[in-house]
Nanobody
Framework: EVQLVESGGGLVQAGGSLRLSCAAS????????IGWFRQAPGKEREGVSC????????YYADSVKGRFTISSDNAKNTVYLQMNSLKPEDTAVYYC???????????????WGQGTQVTVSS
């Protein structure tokens, strides 16, 4: 059974940091790209960052470039999203997903976690 489990969300003040984790199981981790997405109330799901589990290449949305860092520990089948300099507009439910392509287009991803809430207070 494919599972993606996010953790690490919470409440933080603006300017603070959080590290999200995405633990994957039930599929060949190295064969997939892992993406982080977020969805705020009333807004569309937005791609944040993605990483290729095979070669470690990464991609970021312009809104988070320079503040967020995605990384992968293939021995643990886990992807991390280090979020620094958080802003209130980063508030959303954050999801990780697995797909065959390095893209921030959420429809290209096949497997999804349940999400973790990130709230940034001003």
């Amino acid at each position: 059974e494919v599972q993606l489990v996010e953790s690490g969300g919470g409440l933080v003040q603006a300017g603070g940091s959080l590290r999200l984790s995405c633990a994957a199981s039930g599929f060949t981790f190295d064969d997939y790209a892992i993406g982080w997405f977020r969805q705020a109330p009333g807004k569309e799901r937005e791609g944040v960052s993605c990483i290729s589990s095979s070669d470690g290449s990464t991609y970021y949305a312009d809104s988070v470039k320079g503040r967020f860092t995605i990384s992968s520990d293939n021995a643990k089948n886990t992807v991390y999203l280090q979020m620094n300099s958080l802003k209130p507009e980063d508030t959303a439910v954050y999801y990780c997903a697995a797909g065959n392509f390095m893209t921030l287009a959420f429809m290209e991803y096949d497997y999804w976690g349940q999400g973790t809430q990130v709230t940034v207070s001003s």
